[in-house]
């Protein structure tokens, strides 16, 4: 049976790594960048923060440029779930794949059968990720949140659909029981400039006294949330191609689903450890070629550390 892994055997295993990491003195936390003072304020007191200008608009739309290539290729791009199978449960989030004639007739004949699709491996099928994930200011924020530099345990690409399906999964409200304490950094890799553009929903302030709520349900309705939580404090982050968005995710958030256009975004799991899924195992990490991990400094091969060299 799958049990949500226990909070206290998380805060535990939590503590301990934490302990450990502060002593290597590779990964003392970096220097808080001026402009970002307030963006470290607004992450601790309430949940969230969004970095403007991280990235030149040249390099994602490079990178997302490759990410459709990818999908118009689909060789690396995971088989989705077939969401016609829905069940009205908001719980039932294991369906089965779309069957893989129509998937490789190619994204016309399935775009509108499933909520999204996913590339595989994307630190090996987009290496430039990478780079990404060692950004300095991210870095820097992020070790300042957690006191040291912490390590990059998962990485995704994915693309939403603007499709008549309905919402599925992370797309209602849930929390990230995977630590105790985690950040994850979302990087829209197209302008997201209203809720119907997809953007990322947090409830601010969640995270404060989260354990009563941990392993309760794995999906949570809006309404039965807004009696809980003030309606002000859903908040639909909004952000740029280049800003970058960091959230403790141990606390109630959801994707919207798109109403106007698709939505492409890169996201990125930091902590302690390796993220725990059910039964208080590890999940799967992040596999990076060998070479990549070996091309790179101390440092970086550190924060790098717990993904699987291949």
């Not at 798109?258 to 939505?263: A, G, M, S």
Request: hydrophobic share 35%; aromatic share 12%.
């Amino acid at each position: 049976m799958l049990v949500v892994s226990d909070y206290n055997y998380l805060k535990g295993f939590y503590n301990k790594s934490l302990k450990k990491t502060l002593k290597k003195k590779l990964h003392k936390k970096i220097g808080l960048y001026p402009e970002d003072k307030k963006n470290l304020l607004n992450l601790n007191n309430h949940g969230y923060c969004i970095l403007r200008n991280v990235f030149s608009k040249k390099i994602i739309n490079n990178l997302n440029s490759k990410f459709q290539k990818e999908i118009k290729n689909l060789k690396n791009i995971s088989i989705p779930r077939n969401l016609r199978t829905q069940k009205k449960d908001i719980e039932h989030i294991y369906l089965p794949k779309i069957d893989k004639k129509t998937f490789f007739a190619g994204e016309r004949k399935f775009r509108n059968l499933t909520d999204s699709i996913k590339l595989k491996d994307p630190l090996v099928n987009l290496p430039e990720l990478i780079n990404f994930s060692l950004n300095k200011r991210i870095l820097s924020l992020t070790s300042n949140y957690f006191g040291c530099v912490p390590y990059l345990t998962f990485l995704k690409c994915v693309k939403t659909y603007k499709n008549k399906i309905k919402e599925h999964d992370t797309q209602y409200f849930h929390i990230d029981v995977n630590a105790t304490k985690l950040l994850k950094v979302f990087i829209y890799l197209n302008d997201v400039n209203s809720k119907g553009d997809g953007p990322f929903y947090y409830v601010k302030n969640s995270f404060k006294n989260i354990q009563k709520k941990w392993g309760k349900r794995s999906r949570w309705e809006d309404d039965y949330l807004k009696n809980i939580y003030s309606s002000k404090n859903f908040i639909p982050i909004l952000a740029k191609k280049g800003d970058v968005i960091i959230a403790n995710t141990v606390a109630f958030h959801r994707g919207l689903k798109p109403t106007k256009k698709d939505r492409n975004i890169v996201i990125l799991n930091y902590g302690m450890h390796v993220d725990f899924t059910f039964n208080n195992k590890f999940d799967i990490t992040s596999n990076i070629h060998k070479v990549d991990f070996k091309n790179q400094n101390s440092l970086n091969q550190s924060i790098l550390s717990l993904l699987n060299k291949i």
